[in-house]
């Protein structure tokens, strides 16, 4: 993920600041080699984030021979700019649950999130990690009356599910709401802090860890092989995909069951004191509210704007909501850091846990987790090292990713593909060159733009040059956004992003974007 320039005002002066996490910057990780070879082993784990990392760990501890690659370097992916909340309280979920499965499901899932929880503490005892893990109590709240009849439908779900909760009118932030319903005893951390001891052990556990390395296939036999962009291969006895978006399909119609959203945050310093508790609104725009240590002081992350990728308003508008948002009930705040997230949420909003196909069972898979990746990521990574030491885990039907029997309507399918479809189509222009919007371009600005009728993307970079690209993701075929808060150009569809230049940033896309040569203009 690239991490580019966003310019604010503060004081009305333009300033420009970057957009990276607390969490990334606040630690000091591990780097590692590119594999340059032919390798076996028992499990080969794509994708250093939160469940790729733990699962290594699991396996590593039984002995198991285990290798992780990651196509950039570890924790950079969604798990480096998470809100880091361990909580079962994912929003409004339990009643949609007991709708679309049922009682038993729906408390399966509060189940798994709470063992996740559970694992996560015993980790921080076993190893004595010191990441800032503290118990909070969990809010959702709301001020609306149209959302507050969504919210004591939740508390009912609660009540039938013998989740234990409160009802209260008041919050101990000073947030004005009708009401807001309780769930004690979870709790929140540094996650980098914590990962970081993880990969610590399993380097001392014999993993053998591989950055900048990319994986475009699995060749499925007896004992798969994943392929790298290289060609160098990775054969073993079971293959697991934790890279976010799954590279490698298998046939199981993922980008058809899945759509990305983006989100944003800020933390910010203020001189109110922080009154403890986690935070989460009902209504859009969404805000979430947590703090955590800050050079012996608390700093406020305020995260939200939700919207789906590739069909936001222009991105530095959603740190302007933040921060207009934090000021107005906790300014006046100083903004320390800035930065955005990516993340898949799954047709049934459950994520996809567990073979990728019901015929390859030995090729896995780990996938969205919808804004929840703490717990769900955590819980991903027990289930399936269980399935590879053929442990049984009662999570694994719930999570199942062949569950199309348990998914709410085929609405929601069709619904999701005619959104494909509106950008599949979109970007019809005449045959000619749009050399007056190409010209007008300032430096770091982009536009959508044209060439000999081709719907293009242009971006000017400091030094005057223009880079001009296809528009026309390489995944599928959808076309492209600017997203100017980062400088890249984001699918709408499925989520694939690419540098200006047109490089692969976040997948599913394997291949960049085409380059464009800038035509000469006519005397």
Known sequence: MIKEGVFIMKNNTELRDETESYWRKSTDLPTFPKLENNLKVDVAIVGGGITGITAAYLLSKKQLNVALIETDVILNGTTGYTTAKITAQHDLIYDELIQHFDKDHARLYYDAQTEAKKLIETHINDLHINCDFKKETAYVYTNSEKELVKLEKEKEAYDQLKIPNKFIDKLPLDLRIKAALTMEDQANFHPLKYLQVLVKECVKNGVAIFEQTTAIDVEYNKRPAIITKEGNRIICGHVIIASHYPFYDGQGFYPTRMYAERSYAIGVKTNKSYPGGMYINVESPVRSIRST?????????????????????????????????????????????????????????????????????????????????????????????????????????????????????????AKTNLDVAKHLIKGKMEPTTDFETIDSLKVNEATISRIDGKRVGVYRDENNKFHIVDTTCTHLGCNVEWNSGERTWDCPCHGSRFSYTGEVIEGPAKKPLEQINMPKKEN
Do not use: C
């Open 293 to 413: 240590p800050y050079n012996g002081k608390e700093l406020w992350l305020i995260v939200g704007e939700n919207h789906k990728t590739g069909q936001g308003k222009e991105t530095t508008g959603h740190y302007k909501a933040l921060e207009q948002f934090a000021t107005k009930y906790f300014g006046p705040v100083e903004i320390k850091y800035r930065w955005s997230a990516q993340d898949l949420t799954t047709l049934d909003k459950v994520p996809y846990i567990g073979p990728i196909t019901k015929t390859q069972k030995n090729v896995l898979v780990a996938t969205g987790y919808r804004k929840w990746g703490m717990t769900n990521g955590t819980i991903a990574a027990k289930i399936l090292a269980d399935y590879v030491l053929e442990k049984e885990n009662r999570y694994i039907e719930l999570f199942t990713p062949s569950r199309f029997k348990f998914n709410p309507t085929v609405k929601n399918f």
